[in-house]
């Protein structure tokens, strides 16, 4: 069996177009919305912000879950769960470096995204942009962490 991937991703929408990034994958030139690993001892909200952040420096706030993918990858078999937020930015750093990887930014249309569909980097891209549209939304506290020293005082066993 494959490992199970956490990641996490943004979507973000500002006057009719969305916030993506292209990146290079296996040597590959991608296009994907911000995104990235949930890193251990990280709540899901702060892995989002900071993967915004980090790819492209802006300051992301999210306001609601839109969708939660699951795909496998065809060739190497192996298994993302996504937790995409949709939300909103500011406060752009344009000293900030780019995360390794990145290209650059872009701001796209639907449309501009539609037309670079063998580019995206996984189906779950254009799935999220189709459920941010149709205006799927999930608080965005649905996911409660739970801290292991809070179990452990309690001595439960899970």
Not at 8 to 31: D, P, T
Not at 105 to 124: F, G, H, N, V
């Amino acid at each position: 069996m494959t490992n199970l991937h956490l990641t996490v991703a943004a979507v973000i929408e500002r006057n009719k177009r969305f916030l993506m990034i292209e990146e290079v994958v296996s040597n590959k030139n991608v296009i994907n919305q911000p995104a990235g690993h949930v890193e251990y001892g990280e709540t899901l909200r702060d892995a989002v912000i900071r993967e915004v952040r980090e790819e492209t420096a802006w300051k992301f706030s999210p306001i609601a879950i839109n969708g939660i993918y699951l795909w496998q990858h065809p060739i190497t078999e192996e298994r993302f769960l996504r937790i995409v937020f949709c939300g909103t930015c500011s406060n752009h750093d344009l000293a900030q470096p780019l995360d390794t990887g990145i290209i650059r930014t872009l701001w796209l249309s639907k449309a501009e995204i539609l037309s670079r569909q063998d580019c995206l980097r996984s189906p779950m891209v254009l799935s999220a942009l189709e459920d941010y549209q149709s205006k799927v939304r999930f608080p965005v506290n649905m996911f409660q962490q739970i801290n292991l020293d809070d179990l452990a005082a309690r001595a439960l066993v899970v």
